[in-house]
């Protein structure tokens, strides 16, 4: 049987994981927040203090690496055995793992880790490659955006909502960096499926979002 996918792909705070995890809640679909995979082997070379540069250490971090993802209401990460819900969000986490994203070896390991999770009775995939590279068979795919002045605002709140310390300026600056890393790295760069629907979130609400991906669906 063909199990279904839905890919969600989009820079950073663009909405996608609110918007992939309440599809994947309405349809009764497991939800893949590929983002907390490279966050998680982020959080794990952070504090192993491997240096940015050692690829191949970074690799075998990746391959080695226990990861146990519990999706209930919220999204909960062990890192062997280690609860790092909380470090997940932070920006540190997050440029960290957009610098060790970008090597082919680390994608290659961290692939399967991905498609383990496409299981009965469907996927919702968010990400920046998960109609291009990771699930390009998908049926339906979505390139989810908004300016990169909206996205710092909403990044903002959140990180505010959960009580991290956060500047918006910087915040701003950090997410266009990520955004040229992103889209300019030589391996699955950040870029629309041909066959996917483009929405800019900008001016929509998260309901109008979910409306438009809610309608792709049969
Ligand atoms: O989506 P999130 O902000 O959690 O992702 C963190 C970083 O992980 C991104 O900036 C990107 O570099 C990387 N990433 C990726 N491919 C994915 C998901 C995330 O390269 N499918």
Not at 71 to 87: F, H, K, Q, W, Y
Not at 132 to 159: G, H, I, W
Not at 180 to 203: F, W
Request: hydrophobic letters at 40%; proline letters at 4%.
């Amino acid at each position: 049987m063909n199990i279904p996918i839905l890919t969600i792909d989009g820079p950073s705070g663009a909405g996608k994981g609110t918007v992939s995890r309440s599809v994947a809640k309405r349809l009764g679909w497991h939800y893949l927040d590929s983002g907390s995979i490279y966050r998680s082997l982020a959080i794990a070379v952070l504090d192993e203090k491997i240096k940015f540069e050692d690829i191949a250490e970074i690799a075998n971090v990746a391959k080695t690496m226990a990861l146990e993802f519990d999706c209930d209401e919220e999204l909960a990460v062990r890192l062997n055995g280690i609860d790092i819900t909380s470090r997940l969000p932070t920006e540190e986490t997050g440029n960290a793992a957009s610098i060790i994203a970008a090597y082919p070896e680390v994608r290659t390991v961290l692939l399967q880790k991905q498609k383990d999770f496409h299981k009965a009775p469907g996927l919702v995939a968010d990400g920046r490659d998960m109609g291009t590279v990771v699930f390009p068979e998908a049926s339906k795919k979505v390139y989810l955006t908004a300016s990169a002045e909206e996205r710092a605002n909403r990044r903002y709140k959140q990180l505010k909502e959960k009580g991290i310390d956060a500047n918006l300026v910087r915040i701003t600056e950090e997410i266009e960096k990520r955004d040229r890393r992103d889209q300019e790295r030589s391996v699955a760069p950040l870029t629309a499926a041909k066959d996917s629907l483009y929405i800019d979130s900008s001016n929509l609400s998260v309901d109008q979002v979910i409306e438009k991906v809610m309608n792709l669906v049969p």
